[in-house]
């Protein structure tokens, strides 16, 4: 069984900055895509960040410039540095991962955890 754990988030005001962390455990072969998303109350859940197995990232425009994602192989954890956060940014952010037990692949989803950006 495959399991996604985010860490790293709470409150912070305006301008502020969260590093979330995302990690990946059980009987893992290896992990394709990574990516984290976001939904606020009343909303969709909506891409924030993806990144490929070979490092290539991409953002929503809402977030570039002002958030990177990251990933270490090693350790199958992602990353996503948040600065000069909004109060816009209030969600939960979800950590997504497509993960190669053997040789099938399985999209999994982590838990959630809460940004809340006070202004």
């Known amino acids: 069984q495959v399991q996604l754990v985010e860490s790293g988030g709470g409150l912070v005001q305006a301008g502020g900055s969260l590093r979330l962390s995302c990690a990946a455990s059980g009987s893992i072969s290896s992990i394709n895509s990574m990516g984290w998303y976001r939904q606020a109350p009343g909303k969709q859940r909506e891409l924030v960040a993806g990144?490929?197995?070979?490092?290539?990232?991409s953002y929503a425009d809402s977030v570039q410039g002002r958030f990177t994602i990251s990933r270490d192989n090693a350790k199958n954890t992602a990353y996503l540095q948040m600065n000069s956060l909004k109060p816009e940014d209030t969600a939960v952010y979800y950590c997504n991962a497509d993960v190669r037990v053997r040789s099938t692949v399985t999209n999994y989803w982590g838990q959630g955890t809460q940004v809340t950006v006070s202004s």
């Open positions: 990144i490929t197995s070979g490092g290539r990232a």
